[in-house]
């Protein structure tokens, strides 16, 4: 998708005041913030997270500005999942303290994205280090087999 496309998918009401000259990850590329870097090459740089959950959090993002995944070139996105994949395998031989590894990334304000370039987060995890996830009040009720069916309709015919 364009990104005049992806106007018509979002509401951009909660990241108008957002724009590229004042987005923190352009900064971090341009040189004008400093960065821990793990990796990096043409479409993307992965760095350390100045407010980590635990040591060793990464966060790997395009260079090309992108507000939500669907500005992201679908190339894109694919490789900052692959240079994810190279990182949590890379965490887990470090000496860095990992029993386990999460990815996640947030599109969007209601999903809890509040830099407003997609960014992903890799980082470690291990027993008793205070992070957890918090499912919602309806999480243990399961849908109707209609509902799931109706839902993967209306999603794969967007595909």
């Given at each position: 998708?364009?990104?005049?496309?992806?106007?018509?998918?979002?509401?951009?009401?909660?990241?108008?005041?957002?724009?590229?000259?004042?987005?923190?990850?352009?900064?971090?590329?341009?040189?004008?913030?400093?960065?821990?870097?793990?990796?990096?090459?043409?479409?993307?740089?992965?760095?350390m997270?100045?407010?980590?959950?635990?040591?060793?959090?990464?966060?790997?993002?395009?260079?090309?500005?992108?507000m939500?995944?669907?500005?992201?070139?679908?190339?894109?996105?694919?490789?900052?999942?692959?240079?994810?994949?190279?990182?949590?395998?890379?965490l887990?031989?470090?000496?860095v303290?990992?029993?386990?590894?999460?990815?996640?990334?947030?599109?969007?304000?209601?999903?809890?994205?509040?830099?407003?370039?997609?960014?992903?987060?890799?980082?470690?995890?291990?027993?008793?280090?205070g992070?957890?996830?918090?499912?919602?009040?309806?999480?243990?009720?399961?849908?109707?087999?209609?509902?799931?069916?109706?839902?993967?309709?209306?999603?794969?015919?967007?595909?």
């Amino acid at each position: 998708m364009t990104p005049s496309s992806s106007d018509q998918v979002y509401n951009r009401s909660q990241a108008q005041r957002y724009t590229m000259s004042s987005c923190v990850f352009c900064d971090i590329l341009a040189g004008d913030l400093p960065s821990s870097v793990v990796f990096e090459d043409e479409l993307v740089s992965a760095f350390m997270d100045i407010q980590p959950v635990n040591p060793g959090h990464v966060l790997i993002i395009p260079k090309q500005h992108a507000m939500f995944l669907a500005d992201l070139h679908e190339e894109t996105g694919g490789h900052i999942f692959r240079i994810a994949h190279r990182i949590a395998i890379a965490l887990r031989r470090s000496d860095v303290k990992c029993e386990g590894v999460n990815m996640f990334l947030a599109d969007g304000e209601a999903a809890g994205q509040d830099v407003f370039h997609v960014h992903l987060h890799v980082f470690p995890r291990f027993v008793g280090d205070g992070f957890g996830l918090r499912f919602g009040p309806e999480y243990g009720n399961k849908p109707a087999r209609e509902e799931l069916d109706d839902a993967a309709e209306q999603i794969g015919s967007q595909l």
